[in-house]
């Protein structure tokens, strides 16, 4: 079941970063996780018949080509606060598209904001939580990990996706 749910959740992400912006992902079965000093992280949180979160962390460099291909602007006019709120958007839209994914679509939940968090905070995160699925995407100048947390025992039965 967890490779059915990393199937899942890396097709959402490839799919809403080159839909979104323009980043072209490529999944990676082995690799390092981002350090700690050179990432940016993100968490969603949701809750319905399952809940749980969703911690994506990506590489620094990576922001100012996702920002500015989200908004249509320069790399270089982007300010920290749009590259935060484009991530911050980024992880909403994967979340938002992941859940039905796995789940169907008849299923509601409620996804709250995503929030900035230190890397500290997301290594403490992935550390006292353990992930149902998780998939490490090379981009073409950094790195995205992303982790789905979800409380208890997904039944086999709950995955809806064909994929």
């Given at each position: 079941?967890?490779?059915?749910?990393?199937?899942i959740?890396?097709?959402?992400?490839?799919?809403?970063?080159?839909?979104?912006?323009?980043?072209?992902?490529?999944?990676?079965?082995?690799?390092?996780?981002?350090?700690?000093?050179?990432?940016?992280?993100?968490?969603?949180?949701?809750?319905?018949?399952?809940?749980g979160?969703?911690?994506?962390?990506?590489?620094?460099?990576?922001l100012?080509?996702?920002?500015?291909?989200?908004?249509?602007?320069?790399?270089e006019?982007?300010?920290?606060?749009?590259?935060?709120?484009?991530?911050?958007?980024?992880?909403?839209?994967?979340?938002?598209?992941?859940?039905?994914?796995?789940?169907?679509?008849?299923?509601?939940?409620?996804?709250?904001?995503?929030?900035?968090?230190?890397?500290?905070?997301?290594?403490?995160?992935?550390?006292?939580?353990?992930?149902?699925?998780m998939?490490?995407?090379?981009?073409?100048?950094?790195?995205?990990?992303?982790?789905?947390?979800?409380?208890?025992?997904?039944?086999?039965?709950?995955?809806?996706?064909?994929?």
């Amino acid at each position: 079941m967890r490779e059915k749910l990393e199937n899942i959740l890396s097709r959402v992400a490839v799919m809403t970063l080159e839909q979104l912006a323009f980043i072209f992902a490529f999944p990676e079965d082995e690799g390092n996780e981002i350090q700690q000093d050179s990432a940016v992280a993100v968490i969603i949180a949701f809750r319905g018949p399952f809940s749980g979160f969703l911690l994506l962390t990506v590489s620094k460099q990576v922001l100012p080509e996702l920002t500015a291909n989200i908004l249509g602007v320069d790399e270089e006019e982007t300010t920290s606060d749009q590259q935060y709120d484009a991530l911050k958007e980024t992880i909403n839209i994967i979340c938002g598209n992941l859940l039905p994914d796995i789940f169907g679509k008849q299923v509601i939940f409620n996804i709250d904001s995503p929030k900035i968090i230190p890397p500290a905070e997301a290594i403490k995160e992935k550390d006292e939580y353990k992930a149902a699925s998780m998939v490490k995407l090379s981009l073409d100048n950094g790195q995205c990990d992303l982790f789905l947390f979800v409380d208890g025992q997904i039944p086999e039965d709950a995955i809806v996706s064909s994929e």
